[in-house]
């Protein structure tokens, strides 16, 4: 995998983890660690979660080349 994959997947990672402790527990982690001054490292890290999110749905496509190259 090429290293803005490797980027991409952490980040997806940290917004699903995140994103189970608020629906189990109420607790935005990402949020408590980045609250209070830092609230605006908080959006860039929310924002670049979800940019790992569209950029991810370009592995559909790479996973489908990937299973043709194979069978060929």
């Known amino acids: ?3 803005l994959d490797w ?3 952490t980040l997806m990672i940290i917004g ?4 189970g402790l608020v629906g189990f527990f109420n607790f ?3 949020t408590s660690v980045f609250g209070g001054s830092l ?3 908080a959006r860039i890290i ?3 979660v979800g940019l790992a999110g569209l ?3 370009t592995l559909y496509g790479r996973l489908d ?3 043709e190259s194979k069978q060929a």
């Open 46 to 48: 929310f924002g670049l």
């Open 16 to 19: 699903s983890v995140n994103w």
């Open 55 to 57: 950029y991810s749905l």
């Open 39 to 41: 609230y605006w490292i």
């Open 1 to 3: 995998m090429r290293t």
């Open 65 to 67: 080349s990937r299973e």
């Open 7 to 9: 980027l991409c997947m």
């Open 28 to 30: 935005d982690l990402v």
